[in-house]
């Protein structure tokens, strides 16, 4: 017989004393919180809030890159509106040019005069021409178009050492060296500093097939020669595991240790109970992808937890650099090109997953949701000069004041839903301090059918003051469309009030609240 209630124990990481602190047990369509407001003692990364673009259907081309002499307008090729939209929610780090693409790219071949540029076939999606128009100068453009960090990621699987080892020089040396004067000669004087290095992407897979042993000794090899350039200090992220795989960690861990600074982990939780359109769910799709998100908990648990027996001094990141929803096409898109719609469902999936990532923020230093426009679980979708941001963007977007803040522990007691296959929690939540001393607590209703009245207990703090925002919506496939574009954006939120040391707070079903406390 299942429990009707759940001691919440995602919370675990830090949730040790719950029982301590933790009110009674809830009642039926209450949750209980308890933020530890005096116990905060890690920092939420903001490059927690990362975004990985690959060179896959319209995410770099149309998607940012548009060119100098295009009607929409640009910044030497990038389109203006795309980067104002990202701007807004601090994209701190990007991740590029792939994924599987970043084990077949060869970087010299997106350098100097675009005419001159080699046209290629981009084989892993969909067979389309690549001109190369957008490489490394265009990318790395981009990052400072942001405001934020480049993260590149290497070619182990079909390139070579020496490759890698001179994209580092070509980008970050200051001196006299072949590689520095080719950067001058396509007109980059000063080098950029680019710190985050992926030593190949899912070399289990599309990066090579091989085994954690292979690849093990090839990272050694391949790190060994990203070097340090005058103050560029770089940090290297090996290929990581896929979901549960646990002994790939456990190899790369044994083998690579402290030569790598960051473990890639990559999960995908899916679609429905069936892959689907994002527009087509049920209330069992629902369940079912809500389930397979919340399995992120689980999955980091397990990769900490080898983490922890080699790496007690926590010096090693476990990054997530590729997350998020997977639904089938829209109808008429190229399949290789992998749009899908955004929806409310994404939306959910964002917070809790997000709302994870920041409980784990002891190991969890950088992850990139896959991927920014126009692909997966996208922030923004464009049709030609149109462009409309997502459910999901807005989840990023609310979510701001957890980036840098300090982590204050949450311990959850909520009631479970759906059926027996695919039981849920109805409540996740992440609460930080940001350094003007408000706090944030995040909540997501994971029930589509009913609301959660929650108890919020402020422990250590006296809240005076309550405010909020919400995005929520009626219908379980509610989304953005280009002749609706704010069909769905967060509002703000007249449903929480103090009540002593707590907050009383009253979620609607699929609803994500971003409370601000003073
Ligand atoms: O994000 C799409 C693809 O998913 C990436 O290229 C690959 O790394 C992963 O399998």
New binding site residues.
């Given amino acids: 017989m299942q429990s009707r209630f759940l001691s919440f124990a995602v919370c675990v990481s830090l949730c040790g004393a719950l029982l301590a602190s933790a009110p009674g047990p809830a009642h039926a369509g209450q949750a209980k919180v308890v933020v530890r407001a005096a116990d905060g003692k890690e920092t939420i990364s903001r490059n927690i809030y990362g975004h ?1 673009s ?1 060179h ?1 259907g319209r995410c770099i081309y149309e998607g940012y890159w548009v060119g100098e002499d295009s009607p929409i307008p640009n910044l030497r090729g990038i389109r203006n509106d795309v980067v104002e939209a990202l701007r807004k929610i601090k994209v701190p780090v990007l991740r590029w040019p ?4 970043a084990d077949e790219y060869h970087w010299m071949d997106g350098i100097g005069p675009r005419s001159e540029r080699p046209t290629m076939i981009n084989t ?1 999606w969909g067979g389309v021409t690549e001109n190369n128009h957008f490489g490394t100068h265009e990318f790395l453009d981009l990052c400072e178009q942001l405001g934020c960090e480049p993260y590149i990621c290497g070619n182990v699987g079909s390139g070579t050492v020496r490759e890698l080892q001179q994209w580092v020089e070509y980008t970050t040396f200051d001196g006299v060296s072949p590689m520095a004067e080719l950067r001058r000669k396509n007109g980059r004087d000063q080098p950029w500093k680019v710190r985050y290095w992926g030593v190949g ?2 070399n289990w ?2 990066g090579g097939n091989m085994r954690p042993e292979y690849y093990a000794d090839l990272y050694r090899r391949y790190a060994t020669y990203i070097r340090n350039f005058g103050g560029n200090r770089t940090y290297k992220i090996a290929c990581g595991p896929s979901g549960h795989d646990t002994h790939w960690t456990e190899v790369l861990m044994r083998e690579v240790g402290g030569r790598m600074q960051g473990l890639a982990l ?1 999960y ?1 939780c899916g679609s429905g109970k069936r892959p689907k359109r994002a527009t087509e769910f049920t209330l069992e799709d629902w369940y079912a992808q809500m389930r397979r998100a919340l399995e992120i908990e689980a999955i980091l648990e397990k990769h900490e937890a080898i983490m922890d027996r080699y790496d007690p001094r926590n010096r090693v990141a476990l990054i997530v650099d ?1 997350w998020g929803a997977w639904h089938v096409v829209e109808p008429g898109t190229n399949p290789g090109f ?1 749009y899908q719609q955004n929806t409310i469902h994404d939306a959910l999936v964002a917070a809790l997953t997000l709302n994870a990532f920041n409980r784990h923020a002891r190991r969890v230093k950088m992850a990139n949701i ?2 920014t426009v126009n ?2 679980q996208a922030m923004i979708l464009t049709d030609g000069a149109r462009m409309i941001v997502t459910p999901t963007y807005h989840v990023f977007e609310m979510y701001v004041p957890h980036h840098d803040a300090t982590l204050l522990p949450t311990d959850v007691e909520c009631e479970r839903c759906g059926p027996e296959s695919d039981r849920i929690p109805v409540l996740s939540a992440s609460a930080s301090r940001a350094r003007d001393g408000k706090i944030h607590v995040s909540l997501a209703c994971l029930d589509p059918e009913n609301g959660v009245d929650v108890l919020c207990e402020i422990s250590g703090a006296s809240p005076q003051k309550v405010s909020g925002r919400i995005l929520a919506a009626e219908d379980l496939n509610a989304h953005n469309t280009f002749e609706r574009p704010e069909a769905l954006k967060p509002e703000s939120f007249s449903g929480a009030s103090v009540e002593g040391n707590a907050v009383r707070v009253s979620l609607p079903p699929k609803s994500v609240v971003v409370l601000e406390i003073e």
């Fill in positions: 990985f690959e896959l792939g994924g599987c693409f892993h992407n899912e897979g599309c990559h995908y590729e992998l896959a991927q692909v997966l």
